[in-house]
């Protein structure tokens, strides 16, 4: 018998499937800034144990998506500096990954997903779902980004997602910001339809530029009404 062989203590992946879970989560704000996260809540609520939570939670602070605190973890208000950073990083990839991506195009099977995310897109656009909208956009994303062939440049665009999902719950429950969005998204779908790479990146530029208005606008609304808060809590 080897004894250098050693048992397996979970199922392969679980850890993973955790930190997946927590990051939706953050990024839909089912989990708020400032909301503590412990080992042996999560664990319990989640019905794993506390390895593959310490695990997922580990991974989860090395990419920013929440901070130690004390003896546990909390999920940070994103400042305006954390949101520069966020956006230099999609300036730089998204436009040179659906570049790329456009090339791996060989027919409209390939194109599948993004046509229907824009399809619920529109009809979530129209009844003023947001929820929907939010879901079909990340679905839309997801999509073109599946076509990338450069393992490496997913991965970089995979460490950010949760933030960017984070970001998308304070922009497009907007109106004015949904429609712009799905506009970007067509533009986009147009671009990869034609195969046109050049026209591709400009198109995800242009969705960009137009998310960072509306999340800098939201964020300044957002600002604006705690210090009211405060001046109306400071005057009673």
Known sequence: MNNSIKPLDRPAGLADRVYHQLRDNIGSHQIRPGERLQ??????????????????????????????????????????????????????????????????????????????????????EKSGDFRAFLDANSRFHNAWRALIPNRRMSKLLDQYVGHVRFLRVLTLGDASARKTALTGMKNIHAAFKKRDADAAAAAMHKHLEAAKHFLITAIEEIDQEKEAEQVASAGR
Request: net charge negative.
């Open 39 to 124: 080992e042996v809540s999560l664990a319990a609520q989640l019905g794993v144990s506390r390895t593959p939570v310490r695990e997922a939670l580990a991974r989860l602070e090395s990419e920013g998506m929440i901070v130690v605190e004390g003896r546990g973890f909390v999920v940070p208000e994103l400042t305006d500096a954390d949101i520069e950073e966020i956006y230099q990083l999609r300036f730089l990839l998204e436009p040179a990954a659906a570049r790329i991506a456009v090339a791996e195009v060989t027919g409209p099977a390939d194109l599948a997903s993004m046509a229907s995310a824009i399809d619920d897109a529109a009809a979530a």
